[in-house]
């Protein structure tokens, strides 16, 4: 009886407020990365961690663009963060930029949708409209964390580097002998003509492990794990040996189509 | 009116002239006048509303273009492989040798006429001219610096901070800023004034028997590529090229479909007297070779374009006389006030 009274009371005091959309507040996304069964540390060369191919390897470098960010009730009523600032850049060096914080108005949200990328629209915007981390001077060369490809016009959507034994010496590996596996993964479709497209539109289904509760008076927090292990053991599973470098080329789709499926809605914390 | 009256008025007339001559022209060539669109060229396609030419945003571009800054060891400015006495392209060499003379797979393309371009590169791959700077600046064999550490650069400089100012209002150095800044010197950079301009402007030059032989054999053979008055018609198109070593796939490289294989960017035609050698990679060293290559050396290699394949031929007949008319004719294409226009040079 104590228990349903409670229960009874909290409800009432916290009933679930009407859907405005300038009634906002905040709700961050948490992409916790992760390889498998284990966490993400960068070159543990004493632990190295092993795909399904029997692989060992270490990760020395992650990065990805997160943009976009819708949310949706379970009634249905969606929002959308303005574009001006739903663009993140996770790196996996710097803890602090796992959340992405946006507003949207105060809800119970049973659905989350974000980009894995930066859509076309925004990759094509006059210079004004690339700032932050869209502005192509952002994290200087690609040794230091660019994530933007001059030469091509457009953005690098993730970019994930690491060392593996299995790699070879020579053209078809590293020739600088450094055993490195680099992914490079970008294309937004083209200017003019149609080319390849690996913006990934991520839909997760929130009732399962936990809606978001967002208020005013506190920080709702959607927990998101963020598998690296399903770039190499995804639905297309591929050898670090057989694809050492994939940046700019067609098997770009593959990887692609693999870190799709890294996102898993672990718990939300409200 | 008496004969008198006439004389009268002519030396009246006469002493106006003089009058108006010194002075008034003097401020003319002082004043800005911004973008002005030849008469007989078309609408420009770079989009002026988001970045309005100003005296002040022209004179920061221009100095950026010159400032070796841009390199990673200071050695190297835009100027170094773009020389206005040359239509802006580094003449005499076939690829551009950048920072610690590396060496590059591509002719530096003149910079001429770029608010009328689609697009930049001879590969394509850069549609926005305010990001086409991004790819020198980062090309290893070119200024291998990065824009970070360039703005970092310039921004401690009193100089920039001032001309930042005058152009922008603050001193604050953005990408956006620094872009727009070297756009606007590169837009300015129109060639207009050869001889062909003015015959077809009616500016009172008329074309030799030659040239205008030149013209009609121009318009009969290379228009459909060369398209007037850009003399390019921006597509990119294979022009049988053999294959060289290598193996430049041209546009292939930046959409990786397969029928863009050895697709190049179509130069325009204007100031070959001061852009040699000629295509992507140079490998012409006078017009006469470049005009017997479709003559009689176009190679049947993936994506030819098909107007380079004709009745069963390979290439574009071109007798010797042919080939001097033309010659001929191009050479009206010439803008000697182009190549010394000193609002273009370095200061």
């Known amino acids: ?270 | 009116m008496t004969k008198k009256h006439w004389m009268v008025l002519l030396v009246f007339g006469l002493f106006v002239l003089a009058c108006k001559k010194d002075h008034p022209i003097k401020e003319e060539i002082e004043k800005f006048l911004g973008f002005q669109k030849p008469s007989n060229f078309p609408e420009p396609v770079y989009n002026f509303a988001n970045n309005p030419l100003t005296k002040e945003g022209f004179e920061l571009g221009r100095a950026l273009f010159y400032e070796p800054r841009l390199s990673r060891n200071n050695t190297i400015s835009c100027g170094s492989c773009h020389i206005q006495s040359s239509a802006f392209t580094q003449h005499g060499h076939d690829v551009s040798h950048g920072i610690d003379d590396r060496l590059g797979t591509r002719n530096s393309p003149a910079i001429m006429n770029l608010a009328w371009s689609k697009a930049f590169m001879w590969g394509g791959g850069v549609y926005d001219l305010d990001l086409q700077p991004i790819t020198p600046i980062t090309t290893h064999e070119e200024m291998d610096e990065n824009l970070e550490n360039v703005l970092k650069k310039i921004s401690v400089l009193p100089k920039y901070r001032a001309l930042f100012k005058q152009a922008f209002g603050t001193e604050e150095l953005s990408t956006a800023r620094f872009m727009k800044a070297l756009s606007q010197f590169m837009l300015m950079c129109v060639s207009s004034h050869s001889k062909y301009d003015q015959v077809m402007r009616k500016e009172g030059a008329v074309f030799t028997a030659e040239e205008q032989e030149g013209y009609v054999l121009f318009q009969e053979k290379c228009a459909s590529c060369h398209s007037e008055p850009l003399f390019t018609d921006g597509s990119f198109r294979n022009n049988g090229l053999g294959v060289s070593a290598v193996n430049d796939q041209g546009l292939y490289a930046v959409t990786l479909i397969e029928t863009d294989r050895y697709k190049f960017k179509v130069p325009s035609l204007r100031n070959l007297k001061y852009t040699a050698p000629y295509t992507h990679d140079g490998r012409f060293l006078t017009l006469d070779g470049m005009l017997e290559h479709y003559n009689s050396e176009v190679k049947d290699t993936p994506n030819l374009d098909p107007l380079l394949r004709k009745n069963g031929r390979l290439g574009i007949e071109l007798s010797g006389t042919d080939k001097q008319k033309l010659a001929a004719f191009l050479g009206t294409l010439n803008d000697e006030a182009f190549i010394n226009d000193k609002r273009f040079s370095e200061q």
């Not at chain 1, 909290?10 to 009933?15: A, F, L, Y």
């Not at chain 1, 490079?184 to 839909?203: A, D, L």
């Not at chain 1, 692609?256 to 718990?267: I, L, P, R």
């Open chain 1, 1 to 270: 009886m104590l228990c349903i009274g409670l229960v009874g009371c909290s409800k009432k005091d916290n009933p679930v407020p009407e859907f405005q959309e300038t009634n906002l507040a905040p709700l961050s996304i948490e992409f916790d990365n992760i390889v498998g069964a284990r966490t993400f540390t960068l070159n543990n060369t004493g632990s190295p961690y092993k795909n399904a191919a029997g692989e060992e390897f270490t990760i020395s470098f992650l990065q990805y663009f997160i943009s976009n960010i819708k949310v949706e009730t379970a009634a249905g009523k969606s929002y959308t963060v303005n574009p001006d600032s739903s663009y993140f850049l996770i790196k996996g060096a710097d803890k602090d930029s796992r959340f992405a914080k946006v507003r949207v108005p105060e809800g119970d949200y049973a659905k989350l949708t974000f980009t894995l990328g930066v859509d076309s629209l925004r990759s094509t915007m006059p210079i004004d409209k690339r700032t932050g981390v869209l502005d192509p001077a952002a994290g200087a060369d690609h040794e230091n964390g660019g994530m933007y490809w001059g030469w091509n016009s457009g953005y690098i959507f993730f970019k994930y580097e690491g060392n593996s034994k299995v790699i070879s010496d020579d053209a078809n590996g590293d020739p600088t002998g450094k055993k490195q596996f680099k992914y490079h993964i970008g294309f937004f479709g083209g200017y003019s003509v149609p080319t390849i497209n690996n913006i990934k539109v991520i839909t997760m289904d929130l009732n399962a492990a936990g809606i978001a509760k967002v208020r005013k008076d506190r920080q709702s927090n959607v927990h998101l794990f963020v598998d690296l292990m399903k770039v190499f053991n995804g639905k297309t599973p591929f050898s670090i040996a057989a694809h050492p470098n994939v940046m700019f080329n067609d098997f770009s789709s593959t990887v692609a189509g693999n870190y799709v499926e890294m996102f898993k809605h672990d718990h939300t914390e409200n």
